[in-house]
């Protein structure tokens, strides 16, 4: 799967995103690896609670399915979002998000987001230079 197929799978996605409480939809599509080195996309999208604190993001959401069927290295990840039916620009992932990531990320591990009109590629060291780590 190219970058491209995969920032318009998080496109998609968004459809499915649960937000009655700003309108603000998300979706993602990771591509993770297995330790046989089957690679995978999960999908994901955010779900809005009314407890705000429990709200899920996109990207949280389809990591924790990659993890959850053993899918523990992440290689890219694309984030498409915006209000309603519009794509906004360089919507990232958030900062719980981007640690999450971390935790898992292959080296060189790609963030594909919308700039200037087109999928553009970015690595997750670009936009979170200085993760927790152990």
């Known amino acids: 799967m190219d970058f491209t197929e995969l920032y318009e799978t998080a496109v998609g996605m968004r459809f499915f995103a649960y937000t009655p409480y700003y ?10 690896e297995n330790e046989s080195g089957e690679k995978r996309v ?3 999208c955010n779900v809005q609670n009314s407890a705000f604190g429990a709200n899920i ?3 949280h959401t389809a990591g924790a399915k990659a993890v959850s069927e ?6 890219a990840v694309a984030v498409a979002g915006g209000m309603g039916d519009e794509i906004s620009e ?3 992932p958030c900062g719980v998000c981007r640690q ?3 935790e ?17 590629v970015f690595t997750l060291d670009e936009i979170f230079p200085r993760p927790f780590a152990l």
């Open 23 to 32: 309108d603000f939809r998300v979706g993602a599509a990771l591509l993770a």
């Open 42 to 44: 999960f999908t994901g």
């Open 57 to 59: 993001c996109a990207e």
């Open 70 to 75: 053993g899918y523990r290295v992440f290689r």
């Open 90 to 92: 360089m919507v990232l």
């Open 100 to 102: 999450f990531l971390s």
């Open 104 to 120: 898992f990320a292959a080296e060189g591990m790609k963030v594909i987001l919308l700039k200037d009109g087109s999928p553009a």
